[in-house]
């Protein structure tokens, strides 16, 4: 004999797992595990695509945000021997360093101008930032020599015009230290022409911002002679980098601030965190509104298992030990969906982070493929989130079954009506499902095209997307005989159930036009940012859909006949 606890898990495997049965509880219960393995995997992937992305922004700013940085409290720069070098070096942790001193300036070349943060560096810069690997075009030298050069971003060239480094002098202004006149405005300006060097990539925004030259050519530029603005610190592998971070404050003094890499870009971190949380909880919604397809599983269940229910209230089973089961369904159902999504959601991560598999379609990013991180932790905060969803959806539907049952039983005389509308419904839902791409192929060619203002595209893909729609339906109502017996031979239902359902599904079958042509409506309005009709035309054919199946079925008795008449008749309100 089973002991009590696992009994309610037995009875639930057999009736998920009955080789001999065909019922449409098994398939139900399939297309559950199906509806609920997707959003799992989805959610890890998201996640797992968010953390590639993130890590590459992050390596894309680390090239020039060192690991720790001292700088003067007050002020802008100081002088350069006023930190002891050697005792950084001595410092455990400590790989490489470098003085840097940075300004504003005023690029021009050709008549074209753009103003920059000029970033003069040592001969020791290299070794903290290592850029050879991000220069494109020319080499990576500030000072060749006595012949000074300049390293600019790719998206600053093309702001100044530059299409080759052949002939590529670009003339630099910074304002003088010191009284500024008036009536020789050209005096306060130091002017120097630098040769192109290099070309980096890297971000848009750090190819927007920085040019480096050598720290003589700033400190010239800037007048600030033997001054520098900062002293970068590059840490070694496996460093605390808080506990150089302390040394090296005690080293600077109080009158020096030294800040790592995050506290320096602490918004951008901050901002990224919030990111990767609204990405979890958007997530986690869709997972909740996928858990629902459990609901009607246990529905299907109950009214299918009722005679047993009964023969197990002979034998002496009380309510508790029925409700158990039918958790315990919902619990296994939910847990094999959330394994079957975590190893998909997994696998594919992996795939795509070691592989490479699917490239992005552009030449300028530094990344040939779609950049994906799998973590852990990301999996573990799926799992607890989905368990705590799962918990909660098979613990409220059980009680609330009942209520409906009553509800059903008292208003219409039998339980098969319930029956008959979710076979019906199920079948709707799945032939729906199917042709779900009018609305998204829709929405994404034309949110192309109004992106592109291409008006005459954005006809023609309205018209396509209706058209489409509309031939699809007239093949479902050619074929509606077929479908329907094919329908049956996979689901085993009673033969009331089974009357009930098929006047249910020749009734609505007629509303596929609307549905089809509404799916391609519904796409092209939100490709056309404009996602408040689609809701609109939702909340009306809801509120037709109510009013019209009461008034059909409580005040004409038209029963499950007058449910399918007032879902068609809110379909064609809504198209």
Known sequence: PLPDVMLPQF??????????????????????????????????????????????VKSMYSAFAADLTVSARLGQTFPADAIDTAAVARIPG?????FVLEQSALLEHAGRQATATVRGVDDAYAAVFPLDSVVSAGEYRVRLGDIERLVMGQLMTYMLGIRSLADADVNVYAVRR?????????????????????VYSLDLETERTY???????????????????????????????????????????????VRTRHELRASFYRIMTYEK??????????????????????????????????????????????????????????GLGAACGALLGVGLSLLQQHFGLIEIPAETLLAKSYPVEFRPGDLAAVLAAFGAVACVISNITVPLLGLIDVTIVGHLGSPAYIGAIAVGGMLFNIIYWIFGFLRMGTSGMTSQAYGQHDLNEINRLLIRSVGVGLFIALCLLILQYPILNAAFTLIQTTEEVKQLATTYFYICIWGAPAMLGLYGFAGWFI??????????????????????????????????????????IAQYAGF
């Not at 299907?300 to 089961?325: F, H, N, P, Q, Y």
């Open 211 to 257: 040019v480096l030259a050598s720290l003589r050519l700033a400190q010239e530029l800037f007048s600030h002679p033997g001054r520098v603005s900062g002293l970068v610190v590059r840490l070694r592998e496996g460093a605390d980098a808080e506990q150089v971070r302390r040394a090296l404050a005690r080293l600077s003094g109080d009158d020096y601030r």
């Open 527 to 568: 490709g056309m940012q404009n996602s408040r009709f689609p809701m609109y035309i939702a909340i009306t054919q809801n509120i037709v859909n109510i009013i019209a199946s009461l008034s059909f079925v409580y005040l004409l008795d038209m029963k499950v006949a007058g449910v399918a008449a007032g879902t068609l």
């Open 178 to 198: 010191g009284s500024f006149s008036s009536l020789l405005p050209f005096d306060n300006y130091t002017r120097r022409t630098v040769p192109l060097g290099g």
């Open 94 to 98: 400590v790989e490489a360093f470098s």
């Open 11 to 56: 009875f639930a495997r057999r009736y998920l797992f009955s080789p001999k049965s065909r019922s449409v509880v098994n398939l139900i219960s399939g297309l559950s595990v199906v509806a609920v393995a997707m959003p799992v995997a989805a959610m890890i992937i998201l996640l797992s695509v968010f953390n590639g992305f993130e890590s590459l």
């Open 277 to 334: 949380w609204g990405i979890f909880f958007i997530s986690l919604l869709v997972l909740v509104l996928a858990s629902f397809s459990v609901v009607g599983t246990l529905v299907m269940l109950m009214i299918e298992k009722r005679d047993d229910v009964a023969t197990l209230r002979a034998l002496g089973a009380d309510t508790s030990l029925v409700r158990a089961i039918f958790r315990s369904e919902g619990l296994l159902i939910c």
